[in-house]
């Protein structure tokens, strides 16, 4: 983010308003954080008075608590348990539709969303990373998906550094946060006199000269630089390794696989809030007079029963397995299909896990013994 520190600007601490009315005359919907239901989601903003300011995110396995935060800042909360996955992945969405003509024939038809230029508040670091993933999956050029794609191409993205982690968070071990790096249009960093800000699209740099901001100091930009070190070296998780394929592998048959499955209760909430996760089944809703269908998409999971089931058995019959499979494909057969770990340190399946199961804990007594 301050590689080309020549570029950063300081945006005032009540410059937010100029930004976000920057971002609604260039034509975008604005999307950012809010509160609902105790949480931190992502939610159409009218304005920067809809930001949440003061507030913390505690979390730990199995648990999610808005805290407040003495220093008023707009984001000092580490995320929330939506990233980016639903905006462009929607969790449920008619892919095709078929009918019937005048004369009786079949008519299949496509229905692709229209999608409406969304510029999004907020994005961490380890969502962009997630999202990079995503776009590897669903915009492989060999079959684009049409839906995934209408969506992203309109999407302006201004990313925060977190300062304040989360006890869950180990993006700083997975490589991919706390400072964000790549993948955003805008990236902001938090100060007591402003945000530093720098650009990294042309779109981004466009909407940062409209509005006329003077250059961040050098002492504001290693303030910035510093308290992402500060925010990397505060967390307490982290993985043993960012390739863990081999080491995971070869410990299919591990006792601990038995241990955790006895604690999962197989919900599918870690698939659900996970950024990179991408199954989906797809179902067909016949119309009650039978004279049309919808053919939809709906997020799955690989902790439930159908999602294994194959012609005359289940490739996944328990929870051992399953847990497994998640894990396994996660950290490793990712490596074969995307060149990295499928997990970006985000946390959210530490929090939202109802029974509190630690992937970190996991892996670290998988692989309990390896050098680190
Ligand atoms: S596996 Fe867990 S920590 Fe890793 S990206 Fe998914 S939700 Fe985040
Ligand atoms: S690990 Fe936790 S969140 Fe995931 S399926 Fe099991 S109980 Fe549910």
Not at 42 to 48: A, F, I, K, Q, S
Not at 91 to 119: C, H, I, N
Not at 348 to 353: T, V
Request: net charge negative; with cysteine; charged share 20%.
């Amino acid at each position: 983010m301050f590689a080309h520190a020549d570029l950063a600007v300081l945006l005032p601490t009540d410059g937010l308003s100029a930004l976000l009315a920057a971002l609604m005359r260039a034509g975008y919907r604005c999307i950012g954080p809010a509160v609902e239901s105790g949480a931190i989601v992502l939610r159409e903003l009218d304005g920067p008075d809809a930001l949440p300011r003061g507030l913390q995110a505690a979390q730990a396995p199995g648990e999610y608590r808005l805290t407040t935060d003495p220093a008023k800042r707009y984001f000092a909360w580490a995320n929330g348990p939506q990233a980016l996955k639903p905006l462009n992945f929607a969790p449920q969405e008619t892919l095709w539709q078929v009918g019937r003509d005048a004369a009786g024939a079949l008519r299949f038809e496509a229905v692709v969303p229209v999608a409406p230029k969304l510029a999004v508040i907020g994005a961490r670091a380890c969502d962009l990373a997630a999202l990079a993933l995503q776009d590897a999956h669903f915009l492989r050029p060999e079959r684009i998906d049409a839906h995934y794609a209408a969506r992203r191409a309109g999407m302006f993205l201004v990313a925060v550094q977190c300062a304040v982690p989360a006890s869950t968070c180990f993006c700083a071990s997975t490589g991919d946060g706390p400072t964000p790096t790549t993948g955003f249009d805008i990236a902001l960093a938090e100060l007591p006199d402003g945000f530093v800000a720098t650009a990294g699209s042309e779109a981004g740099r466009a909407v940062l000269a409209s509005l006329n901001l003077v250059p961040a100091s050098a002492q504001q930009i290693d303030a910035a630089r510093a308290q992402g070190e500060a925010a990397a070296a505060a967390q307490t998780r982290r993985l043993p390794g960012r390739n863990l394929h081999d080491a995971l592998m070869s410990r299919l048959e591990h006792p601990r696989w038995d241990e955790v499955a006895a604690r999962c209760l197989a919900c599918g909430n870690c698939t659900a809030v996970c950024p990179t996760c991408f199954c989906h089944a797809e179902l067909d809703q016949p119309a009650l007079d039978g004279a049309s269908s919808r053919h939809e998409r709906v997020w799955d999971s690989c902790f439930g029963e159908s999602h294994g089931h194959l012609h005359g058995f289940n490739v996944r019959p328990d929870i051992r397995t399953r847990y497994r499979q998640w894990l396994t494909h996660k950290l490793a057969g990712w490596h074969e299909q995307f060149g990295r770990s499928g997990c970006t340190g985000c946390g959210r399946c530490i929090a939202w896990c109802p029974v509190g199961i630690d992937l970190t804990e996991e892996v670290a007594a998988l692989t309990a013994g390896d050098a680190a």
